[in-house]
């Protein structure tokens, strides 16, 4: 915590009026730095139902490593598929599977690239009042 003085003057005669202390907290980090993010217990439980070969479940645990906040996934599928040393026609059928099961969507295209979001039901890094609203509009 950090102390601070505040004064209160009056502009007219220059003399103090008021005197307060307040604390203000230092800001709680999480341990994880910027590579961190929530995930619903229930929704691994279905994801586990869901994925249904290798290829998919590597996929996803290499999206979920390049999530950024509001979750953007920050990955083409062209850079998965360079990453993981996989033919990239694998890497397009796991990306549609993902979409099928709900788990990404289509967030927007950036020239002939396709950027995605991962379901905030699932997971979810960002501000956790921004969290409810991203829900509602996914």
Same mark, same amino acid.
């Given at each position: 915590? #950090?102390?601070?003085?505040?004064?209160?003057?009056?502009a007219?005669?220059?003399?103090?009026?008021?005197?307060?202390?307040?604390?203000?907290?230092?800001?709680?980090?999480?341990?994880?730095?910027?590579?961190?993010?929530?995930?619903?217990q229930?929704?691994?439980?279905?994801?586990?139902?869901?994925?249904?070969?290798?290829?998919?479940?590597? #996929?996803?645990?290499?999206?979920?490593?390049?999530?950024?906040?509001?979750?953007?996934?920050?990955?083409?599928?062209?850079?998965?598929?360079?990453?993981?040393?996989?033919?990239?026609?694998? #890497?397009?059928r796991?990306?549609?599977?993902?979409?099928?099961?709900?788990?990404?969507?289509?967030?927007?295209?950036?020239?002939?690239?396709?950027?995605?979001?991962?379901?905030?039901?699932?997971?979810?890094?960002?501000?956790?009042?921004?969290? #409810?609203?991203?829900?509602?509009?996914?």
């Amino acid at each position: 915590m #950090v102390a601070h003085k505040a004064v209160l003057v009056n502009a007219l005669t220059g003399t103090v009026e008021a005197e307060c202390m307040f604390l203000v907290a230092k800001r709680k980090r999480n341990g994880f730095g910027q590579g961190w993010i929530a995930m619903d217990q229930e929704m691994l439980a279905k994801i586990a139902k869901e994925i249904k070969s290798l290829e998919e479940m590597r #996929v996803l645990n290499f999206i979920l490593s390049r999530v950024a906040f509001n979750n953007i996934i920050r990955a083409t599928q062209a850079e998965v598929a360079k990453e993981l040393e996989m033919h990239r026609q694998h #890497v397009c059928r796991a990306f549609k599977r993902l979409q099928e099961a709900g788990i990404i969507s289509e967030a927007y295209k950036q020239g002939s690239s396709k950027f995605y979001r991962l379901n905030p039901t699932y997971a979810w890094k960002g501000k956790a009042s921004e969290h #409810v609203r991203a829900i509602r509009e996914f």
